[in-house]
């Protein structure tokens, strides 16, 4: 699109969008996943502590590649993205995806571990506004834990959907002893999603 961020009229930072789902099926699904399959976050200057991830979309020519590419080779692209074998382990997340009626890319999940911190960072042209949109799902550990978006806290619950604006700074801080686990999807936008996102009555 050629411009920057600011050229725009008021972005929204962060909007809880109007999804339902079982969230209870989800975490227990998560819950049973191996700590083995978990990588840590290749940005070692991006935090304290420890945060890793783990994948389960990745781009269709890294199905076969290295978790680490799975992980981390995500930036924008036209690439299409695959379920990962993972994904039959998970029939509730597979059906919740299914929700979504627009192209899905990158799909994860991201653990910061008790007393660590996501450093205050931006990915660049993750937004709406540039044709892609990060969703953040909390699984577990919210209690203690701070997720700001340009100077302003998101205000997640468990089982909430939230359009998180990555290109703007944000941060987590997590200061409690629970791991914060987040399920985390980038979405080409298109019209359905814009739409749910604009008219989210909880958008900041």
Known sequence: MG???GHFDNPIAFAKLP???????????IEKLCDAQWHMHVNQACFSGSW???PLYSKEEHLEAHPILQCFSIEQTNADFVPLPIMKSLPSLVNFLAQFQCPLKS???????????????????VSMEY???????????????????????????????WYVNAHLEHSVVNLGAESRINLVIDCKVEDWLESIIKSSEQKF
């Open 19 to 29: 999804m339902s789902f079982a969230f209870e099926p989800i975490r227990a699904e």
């Open 52 to 54: 890793d991830v783990l």
């Open 131 to 161: 044709g892609e949109a990060r969703i953040h799902i909390p699984i577990s550990g919210i209690g203690d834990v701070d997720f700001t978006v340009d100077g302003r806290k998101v205000p997640m619950m468990h089982g909430d959907v």
């Open 3 to 5: 411009k920057e961020l």
């Open 107 to 125: 799909v994860r999940l991201m653990r910061l571990k008790g007393e660590s911190n996501i450093l205050p960072h931006n990915d660049h042209q």
